[in-house]
């Protein structure tokens, strides 16, 4: 009996750090400031209370081909975290921004970032929990946010072996895009994709990213560091991880849905 009382008085966010901080992170004259805890606790789940190096390197891409693929774009970001890599579309001019996490705890930070945001921005940002993996999570996606229709995803080290088969993000990142593809109206005539970064940490497996990319019918090109960083950004100052960037995308046959 007083194990069964004890039960019902644990609470697990105890010991789950939510202290965060708001710091600046700078892109050359583009500042972005968000909310970030100093340091992660070990969960799978919760490595989104911290900005990783591929945050970054995968913002200064979007910064860099602005005009190609972000202005005008809905963007979603996959694994969002702290949500560094879509507020900087937002300033980059992006029409609607979707951030995404699946953790409810991340998504909190989230929420806490976007209400200290300055009121000015012309784009629409809002959060949303999307865990990977099922149908069910996309359809709740767009019964909350009927009017998005996302056509950049973007997701920064997102391919961990600790989040699982590869496959689970990729099927939430083809539906996520068939879907916005299929109920747009009328038809959004630029580029439907997703990039993803990722830190090669031990066990990070790329042949098992390709396989999965062509397991979900994606394309899969590697974007190369040098055609977008600024040539004077010392790379220590991210990481000493090996970083790499992706860029996957369907044919307009799997787009609509038919193969």
Known sequence: MENEEAEDF??????????????????????????CAK?????????GQIVWPASQ???????????????????????????????????????EVVLTDGSEIVVKLLDKTIAALPGDSDCAITSALLPWGSREHV???????????????????????T???????????????RRSFQNRKPR???????????GMRKGTDE????KCAEEEAFQIFEVDLPSFLPP??????????????FRFTLSCEVLEGSS
């Open 10 to 35: 644990f609470n697990p966010e105890l010991f789950i750090n939510q202290e965060y901080v708001l710091e600046t992170f700078k892109f050359g004259e583009l500042e972005q400031r968000l909310f």
């Open 39 to 47: 340091s992660a606790v070990t969960d799978f789940d919760l490595t």
């Open 188 to 198: 959004y005539a630029g580029e439907y994709a997703f990039y993803g970064s990722v």
């Open 207 to 210: 042949e098992l990213i390709r």
């Open 57 to 95: 390197i995968l913002s200064w891409l979007l910064i860099a081909k602005a005009d190609a693929f972000v202005k005008g774009s809905t963007v979603l970001e996959v694994g969002a975290g702290c949500g560094l890599v879509g507020l900087v579309s937002a300033q980059l001019g992006a029409g």
């Open 139 to 161: 359809e709740a996606l767009f019964e909350r946010l009927p009017e998005a229709h996302p056509n950049i995803i973007v997701g920064a080290d997102v391919f961990q072996t």
């Open 163 to 177: 989040f699982g088969r590869p496959s689970l993000l990729l099927g939430t990142v083809k539906r996520v895009l």
């Open 232 to 245: 004077d950004l010392p790379r220590e100052a991210f990481s000493q991880l090996e970083i790499r960037v």
